[in-house]
């Protein structure tokens, strides 16, 4: 479960993209959205942050057909900041507030830590069709050491909120302060490794890879996935 705020404020999009989205039906929402960013930002139990989400997803969920609309891709699409995220063990059918990890990105298998001081970033590129995971950490010097996750990704055949993901590239780079990043390792290799040796740990339930966006405005949005 991770909660993204928009990286960079843009102009809000026409009102009728969101009567398209949720049908007009997003002033309950709003106050719910304040809420939850509130609490995130002060620290608040992943318990409340949970009950928050089902509020949003219930109160303003998002179209069933997000990914195959242009009103829907054109919200999506960009750079989010990852400002809360719980990834729960694999294969574990439990409440994610009793088994979920706090700050960390499930890439099929791969949890990486992402409680760096620096707010991770998740990039969809609609029109590459790619989604990317980014975390910075502070290097030698004022340098950044930045580790990006990312494949690539197509709606589901029967849901269109959700996108079918395939992990294949683990970059590490170098920014020097100032400079241009330099990539230092590529091991796109790693993750066809975890699939072909263990392959439960892909996801724990299913052969595919897999991000919902249960919760969109031009703010912020709300994802599950394996």
């Not at 909660?3 to 049908?23: C, N, T």
């Not at 170098?174 to 091991?187: C, K």
């Amino acid at each position: 479960a991770g909660l993204y705020v928009r990286h960079h404020a843009r102009s809000a999009p026409p009102a009728a993209i969101f009567d398209k989205l949720f049908g007009g039906a997003t002033s309950g929402a709003s106050a719910i959205e304040e809420r939850l960013l509130a609490s995130v930002s002060n620290g608040g139990s992943i318990r409340d942050a949970l009950d928050d989400f089902a509020k949003l997803e219930t109160a303003a969920p998002s179209s069933e057909n997000l990914l195959r609309t242009e009103a829907g891709t054109t919200l999506l699409d960009g750079r989010w900041l990852l400002r809360s995220t719980i990834a729960a063990s694999v294969g574990d059918d439990e409440s994610l507030a009793a088994t979920g990890i706090s700050n960390a990105v499930n890439a099929s298998g791969i949890v990486v830590d992402a409680s760096a001081a620096r707010a991770p970033v998740q990039e969809v590129d609609v029109g590459a069709g790619r989604i990317g995971n980014e975390i910075r950490f502070a290097g030698p010097f004022g340098a950044e050491i930045i580790v990006r996750v990312a494949g690539g990704f197509a709606p589901d055949a029967v849901n269109g909120r959700r996108a079918v993901v395939s992990f294949d590239t683990l970059d590490v780079f170098l920014m020097p302060d100032g400079a241009q990043a330099q990539r230092l390792v590529r091991a796109g290799a790693l993750f066809s490794v975890v699939r072909a040796v263990r392959p439960a740990l892909t996801n724990g339930a299913s052969e595919e890879s897999w991000l919902d966006t249960t919760y969109i405005s031009d703010r912020c949005r709300l994802g599950r996935g394996n």
